[in-house]
């Protein structure tokens, strides 16, 4: 008979241990997760969480990393949704998993980042590049891809933020759909509202979608391509 694996043990202790600290996070906020609460919710023994993360704070530190994790886990893109459709399903998503783990998305954005949480965050901000990327190509965003990104991310946090600091049964639930409505009139082309249309040139959204097809292109040599990305990252900027 083969012997238990150590390392396996300890893997399934340590996700156990994270599992109860969420959920009495969920329900109790970060004032309920102490060691003490989380040892006797998972049946274990102090010391087994000291001797895992550090103490209370590596605790937490492993919770918001898990919530990430989750959290990136479903914000896969649809290749079958259009790209405008597509990013709005991520708006939707971030704000919904916000609003549905308060605590645990306060926590993954204020506490301290460790390497895999910053990997993880990473992750994260890819898909979403991924998504602004599809816009581009499509010929659909007006401003620079890193500005596009820059402010769904700003705006979508933001609004996360705010509506979870309002009390519920006062939360301001058309907030969301208007901040969205705002972020698209600055960032895509035709969703401008009348008299907003002049502050994005053609030849800027022109430069933005002829930027993201760039590497695609092969008449042009490595160099040129350099001189090119620059000249239109200038033209989407102006």
């Not at 309920?32 to 023994?45: E, K, N």
């Not at 939707?92 to 390497?115: K, Q």
């Not at 600091?165 to 759909?177: F, K």
């Amino acid at each position: 008979m083969s012997k238990p694996d150590p390392a396996s043990a300890r893997d399934q202790t340590r996700t156990h241990l994270v599992e109860v600290a969420a959920k009495l996070l969920a329900d109790g906020g970060p004032d309920a997760v102490t060691t003490r609460s989380v040892a006797l919710a998972a049946g274990l023994q102090a010391p087994t969480i000291y001797r895992l993360f550090g103490d209370k704070n590596g605790l937490l530190q492993a919770v918001a990393e898990h919530g990430f994790a989750s959290y990136v886990s479903g914000k896969r893109i649809d290749p079958e949704s259009g790209p405008v459709e597509n990013l709005r399903a991520g708006w939707r998503l971030h704000v919904g998993f916000g609003l549905a783990n308060p605590e645990l998305f306060r926590l993954m954005y204020m506490a301290l980042r460790t390497p895999q949480g910053q990997a993880l965050t990473a992750a994260g901000g890819e898909v979403l590049r991924a998504r602004v990327h599809r816009v581009a190509v499509a010929g659909r965003l007006r401003v620079t891809e890193r500005r596009a990104v820059d402010l769904i991310r700003a705006a979508g946090t933001g609004v996360v933020f705010t509506l979870i600091d309002q009390p519920e049964a006062e939360r301001d639930h058309g907030l969301a759909d208007s901040a969205w409505e705002s972020v698209c009139a600055t960032i895509l082309t035709g969703a401008a509202p009348a008299g907003a249309a002049a502050r994005a040139s053609s030849p800027a959204a022109a430069a933005v979608t002829l930027r993201a097809a760039l590497p695609d292109v092969t008449a042009l040599t490595a160099a040129e391509c350099t001189l090119l990305a620059d000249w239109l990252d200038r033209i989407a900027g102006s």
